[in-house]
């Protein structure tokens, strides 16, 4: 008999929640946003338990779920979680309800709008913790379709330009990871005499280089185009500019890091033989991501769309750390991906409440906030400061890690790639000199009224977490660091445990075969 475990939870109070919601009516809306609200603080207090059940000194799979789903083909429901997934569960499930209250403007279709947001969550989810490879490449191909309704129907005048473009890039690199996932079961199979679509069992394989760089091209090419890597970004400003406000800070805080992830837990330990040969190739299209996305991020004159841009640096720097395959590359790689759904959640919020005020994103439409609205700029200083990485805040923490680990292994392109920093340091404080300080000219914006209680009540976490993050990273980095450590032995094949970051593996060490 199956019993639903804390992790199966997760992933089945939403699709609840959006089976509860179809059954009521669609004209009370409030009671459609009350029941909405209520699945994803439920699920968030789900995800605080599994928290807490996790033990920090582990590195392996825990809270480990497994139901035969197809026995003859090897496929089963296999779902766990470990250091590198914890906090990303975390941060999916704290964003949701904060979505949900960014949502209450939403007039048109409220009860399929909530629907297709919980579906979202349950694959977003599933996606962090399936550990068969059948069941990811269900819960990766689940997350398209509420999200192209999500931007296809809600979004902005350009809406079904945007979604189709997000689903036709998402799905031609998805079909290349089901092949590669095929054979690598077939494998399996002609290896062990056993067919399985296992994880761990598969991350036992040893495949020969020129296999390793085929399926590693398959699985990384899929993930390169949900990061966005440069040059695969190009589908990301369309849908950030299009889609509604929850959409975006989802998309941002979330959905984004599901490539990330999908490097660190499929692509580098699957085939780490051409992990390692490629590793130079991601560090420069990581970097050249990095300084492409900070200098076109200055020419925007949307903020949504400069903050879209921003991502496309930021998260190059992600890729960066994972391809510096050391401790504190991976580390802070991990780090980074929380902190940018933090503050680039928080900056989709601010700029969408800014929107619902004056239906316009253009700076130069803006000035002279700080008088008129004191709240909400205090609150998009803190976010700009998250943004830039300064020292005390979250975002300083992930990106001196992630320099320090890739100034190990590439100091030339570590020196371009702080240069981002400076970049983004230029167009996020220029934007903001010119959208908060000034005369407050525009009758327009006269006219403003601040933040009210709930758009400061839903910023508020966000906020805490931006600052704690920054002072007191160490309960995040100690149950990360087992988990990292593991990851870099199935890469490195070393016997020895290095529990310390003073004693990680050295990258240039010539690995051993398993």
């Not at 959006?18 to 669609?26: I, N």
């Not at 089963?76 to 949701?96: A, E, N, R």
């Amino acid at each position: 008999m199956f019993v639903i475990g804390d992790v199966s939870f997760l992933l089945i109070a939403p699709v609840v929640g959006a089976f509860a919601l179809a059954l009521m009516p669609r004209t009370q809306k409030h009671a459609l946003f009350t029941m909405a609200l209520a699945t994803t603080l439920i699920t968030f207090m789900a995800s605080l338990k599994v928290f807490n059940l996790f033990q920090a000194g582990r590195g392996e799979m825990q809270l480990v779920e497994r139901v035969p789903w197809m026995p003859s083909f090897g496929i089963s429901y296999h779902v766990g979680i470990d250091g590198i997934s914890l906090f990303l569960v975390l941060l999916t499930t704290l964003l949701m309800p904060i979505a949900i209250l960014a949502s209450w403007s939403v007039k048109d279709k409220v009860k399929e709008y909530l629907i297709f947001m919980l579906l979202l969550e349950t694959g977003m989810l599933g996606a962090f913790v399936a550990l068969d490879l059948f069941l990811f490449y269900v819960f990766w191909e689940v997350m398209l379709v509420p999200m192209y309704f999500l931007i296809g129907v809600w979004g902005g005048t350009r809406r079904i330009y945007a979604a189709l473009k997000f689903v036709i890039y998402t799905m031609a690199g998805s079909l290349l990871m089901l092949v590669a996932i095929i054979y690598l079961a077939a494998r399996h199979a002609q290896v062990n005499q056993v067919m399985t679509f296992n994880l761990l069992e598969i991350y036992k394989l040893d495949l020969p280089l020129d296999q390793q760089l085929w399926l590693f091209g398959a699985f990384a090419l899929s993930f390169a185009i949900k990061v966005p890597l440069f040059p695969f970004h190009t589908w990301l400003p369309d849908a950030h500019v299009e889609a509604p406000t929850a959409g975006s800070v989802i998309l941002a805080g979330v959905l984004l890091k599901l490539g990330t992830y999908g490097f660190l837990r499929f692509a580098i330990p699957l085939f780490p033989d051409a992990a390692l040969m490629a590793a130079p190739l991601f560090i420069a299209l990581a970097v050249i991501g990095i300084v492409y996305g900070a200098v076109v991020a200055m020419m925007q004159t949307d903020i949504k769309k400069l903050v879209a841009y921003s991502s496309v640096s930021h998260l190059g720097f992600v890729v960066l750390g994972l391809f510096a395959l050391n401790m504190q590359g991976i580390q802070g790689s991990i780090y980074q991906m929380i902190s940018h759904g933090l503050s680039t959640g928080a900056l989709f919020l601010l700029v969408g409440m800014i929107y619902d005020r004056r239906h316009t994103r253009l700076i130069e439409e803006f000035g002279g906030l700080w008088k008129q609205l004191p709240i909400f700029s205090a609150l998009l200083l803190v976010v700009t400061f998250s943004s830039i990485g300064l020292p005390g805040l979250n975002g300083f923490v992930g990106e001196f890690l992630i320099l320090l680990g890739s100034f190990r292994v590439s100091p030339r392109w570590t020196a371009v790639a702080t240069s981002g920093v400076i970049l983004g340091a230029v167009y996020m404080l220029w934007m903001f000199r010119r959208v908060i300080f000034g005369p407050l000219n525009n009758p327009e914006n006269q006219k403003l009224h601040d933040l009210n209680g709930r758009e400061i009540l839903l910023l508020a976490p966000i906020i805490f977490l931006i600052v704690l993050m920054g002072v007191y990273p160490q309960p995040f980095l100690s149950r990360m660091q087992p988990s990292v450590d593991l990851t870099l032995k199935k890469v490195f094949a070393i016997q020895s445990a290095p529990v310390a970051l003073k004693l990680e593996p050295n990258p240039e060490q010539p690995r051993e075969r398993r």
